[in-house]
């Protein structure tokens, strides 16, 4: 058995990998990026108070160069 490597969530931001055990796995996770039907939730990790207990935040996000690793709200995605 040979790991395969089919995507690369978010490259520049989680660098997340999804590995497939076997090629039929990893063909499958391929059309399925391809097609965009994944789904990708994100859990944000913050600082300081926040006025409510669960939330969600759903604008674009990329990478941050001015401190990376960290990403911002990017409404130019």
Known sequence: MSAK???RLDLGI???MVVSL????S????KQFQERTVQK?????LAGWVEA???QISAPIAKD????PRVKICHNA
């Open 22 to 25: 076997n090629s039929a796995a």
């Open 5 to 7: 490597l089919p995507h």
């Open 14 to 16: 989680s660098g997340i």
């Open 65 to 68: 160069r001015a401190i990376f």
């Open 27 to 30: 063909k499958s996770l391929k």
């Open 41 to 45: 939730r994100y859990l944000a990790m």
């Open 53 to 55: 207990d669960s939330g």
